[in-house]
């Protein structure tokens, strides 16, 4: 039977706290997936041993510390993400990056590229629109066209972006504002570990936490668009 784990319904977080072999089970949620999962915990403790995991994962929780410095006695956050991605990619000793990015940030993208070549990377990039095909070509109807219907419009074509970056062999690839689901088709045929560095939200700013805040976004958030 499929289990639900419900981990951010929970009451205690424990496993913040309390190593494996110290949590009373009894206390744990019902659907804790410690309790509900252990053989899934156990095989996936023995995967962090060996590459591919153990070749990101290690560096990657070196990064989380080196993100902290402790200054005047409080622990304190030292580096945007732009900054932990460059020293992430050094420490995986990565030579070549590649950015996967959205038309409507090119200005976004430029700026990346050159931070991470006065870093010393070699950057390739792809943008959205590459392919220069147009919507219905890929199998959209021309009704889901944004503009004029009877118009080429091209189309966002995440399978090429990832495929030119496989052929550029780059060593890890960075989504930069790719749409939902075309972030997905990226990740999909990507032959590199892919990480995001801006995730689009057309409305607010590339910041889609503020949407978690504010009253004013809730009914946007709640309507039912679809019935
Ligand atoms: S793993 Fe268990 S204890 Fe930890 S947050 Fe999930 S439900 Fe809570």
Request: aromatic fraction near 8%; glycine fraction near 4%.
């Amino acid at each position: 039977m499929a289990s639900t784990p419900q981990c951010a319904k929970c009451p205690v977080f424990y496993c913040e706290s309390t190593a494996f072999e110290k949590l009373n089970i009894s206390t744990l949620p019902e659907n804790c997936p410690i309790r509900t999962s252990s053989d899934v915990y156990k095989q996936s403790v023995i995967e962090y041993k060996e590459d591919p995991v153990r070749r990101l994962y290690v560096p990657a929780t070196i990064a989380e510390k080196e993100a902290y410095q402790r200054i005047r006695g409080a622990l304190m956050a030292v580096r945007p993400r732009i900054k932990e991605l460059i020293e992430f990619a050094k420490l995986l000793n990565v030579g070549k990056i590649g950015i996967a990015f959205c038309a409507g940030l090119r200005d976004e993208a430029l700026r990346i590229t050159r931070f991470l070549e006065k870093q010393e990377f070699t950057v390739a990039s792809t943008v959205c629109k590459c392919g220069a095909v147009d919507k219905t070509s890929l199998g959209v109807d021309k009704k889901y066209k944004i503009g004029n219907s009877e118009r080429f419009e091209s189309a966002c074509n995440p399978v090429l972006q990832a495929k030119l970056l496989n052929k550029a062999k780059t060593e890890i690839n960075v989504i930069v504002g790719l749409c939902i689901g075309h972030d997905m088709l990226f990740t999909m045929n990507s032959n590199a570990p892919v990480t995001t560095l801006i995730v689009k939200d057309r409305l607010l700013g590339h910041n889609p936490v503020i949407g978690l805040y504010t009253s004013y976004h809730r009914p946007i958030i709640e309507s039912q668009e679809r019935t």
